[in-house]
């Protein structure tokens, strides 16, 4: 089984009450998940700075429930604070350069070995339909012997793992490497309907280009590639850190572990597959509105040229007889007047037939 589990305001009561001192994080928890002997309980202790729970068994939680095989102490950070962060270095003696890379969000998924320690970043993702665009969040997770320290920029889904665990412990008994897989899971959840509110936008530009609506959708498409290219950019190197996950196995990761990173990369390699479909079909897209732009201003321009040709021959012959020449074609004649006005009507009428059956009009 696993340790059970001090929340930030309970660690904060009991550490005020044993040793009258503050919690210094204002934004932390600090669970231990550790097997222990019965007489250490529900022991609380405070160790140079860092609230902790002491080892404890899941008996706390639920009777009957044996030790954990990995104990270790879980450091949940959300928007730590440069105090936070040294004080969690000073704890577990993690090198400068690596803290350094938790003040801030990495540009894409990661997975680095240093020394014992293993950094590893995920990237969630939202869909804010009001605006058509991804919304990135990020978990960074410290992977030592012994401890997780994790910086999260999506709350939600440390939740999730933290019930995963709680309700899996054989899981929970792989230690810290369990950890890694379960914020991949969530993670992962996350992508699907990011990808299909994608598709359904992608469907409507798509037919808003060969609708008789003369709408201009070339911005909207440009803005649609782009989001398409920050998910690809979220998830395709996170199908790489889970290929090195299940064959190289940086973690102590057991069989049951490297099968969950078998499958998931799977279903990634999956998505992936689908982002770029859809990275195709919107340029395809684009080319085909471009084309249809293009189709639509030779209409325009075969349009203005007919209308230009038929009003040229009633201005050319208004043009003759107003030269007010003496000698005219039957400038005398009664019928003169409304002769010309029927031949430009005529003449007009058979232009305008003839363009008509071109297509022109």
Not at 312 to 336: C, D, Q, S
Request: glycine share 8%; aromatic share 6%; hydrophobic share 45%.
């Amino acid at each position: 089984m696993f340790g059970g589990r001090l929340t930030e305001s309970s660690a904060h009561d009991d550490a005020n009450t044993e040793q009258g001192t503050s919690d210094p994080f204002r934004s932390g928890l600090l669970d231990r998940w550790a097997g222990a002997e019965p007489e250490q309980r529900g022991a609380c202790q405070h160790w140079g700075g860092v609230m902790a729970s002491a080892r404890t068994t899941y008996q706390d939680r639920q009777d009957g429930a044996e030790a954990a095989a990995h104990p270790f102490v879980w450091v949940s950070l959300r928007d730590p604070s440069p105090e936070e962060l040294a004080a969690v270095q000073h704890e577990f003696g993690l090198p400068a350069p690596l803290v350094d890379s938790l003040t801030s969000p990495a540009p894409r998924p990661v997975l680095e070995l240093t020394g014992e320690l293993l950094l590893a970043v995920v990237k969630t993702t939202t869909w804010a339909a009001d605006q058509e665009a991804i919304r990135l969040g990020e978990v960074q997770l410290v992977l030592g012997d012994g401890f997780v320290v994790s910086v999260d920029r999506d709350a939600a889904v440390l939740e999730d793992v933290r019930q995963d665990l709680e309700h899996d412990p054989e899981l929970a008994g792989a230690g810290p490497a369990a950890v890694l897989p379960c914020v991949v899971d969530h993670a992962a959840e996350g992508y699907g309907p990011v990808l299909g509110a994608l598709n359904n936008a992608v469907e409507e530009v798509e037919e808003a280009v060969f609708s008789p609506a003369r709408a201009r959708p070339t911005e909207r498409i440009y803005q649609l590639s782009r989001q398409v290219l920050e998910f690809r950019r979220a998830v395709a190197p996170l199908t790489e850190m889970l290929d090195r996950l299940a064959t190289e196995s940086p973690t102590a990761a057991g069989e049951r572990l490297k099968q969950r990173y078998r499958e998931r990369r799977a279903h990634l390699l999956h998505l992936v597959e689908l982002a770029d479909g859809l990275g195709n079909l919107l340029a395809n897209v684009l080319q085909a509105n471009l084309t249809e732009v293009s189709v639509r201003q030779n209409d325009d321009m075969r349009r203005i040229s007919a209308w230009v040709a038929i009003w040229a021959v009633p201005t050319l012959l208004a043009g003759i007889y107003g030269m007010n020449f003496k000698h005219l074609p039957e400038l005398e004649w009664a019928f003169g007047y409304p002769l010309v006005l029927v031949v430009m009507a005529l003449i007009c009428l058979a232009l305008y037939r003839a363009f008509r059956r071109s297509g022109w009009l």
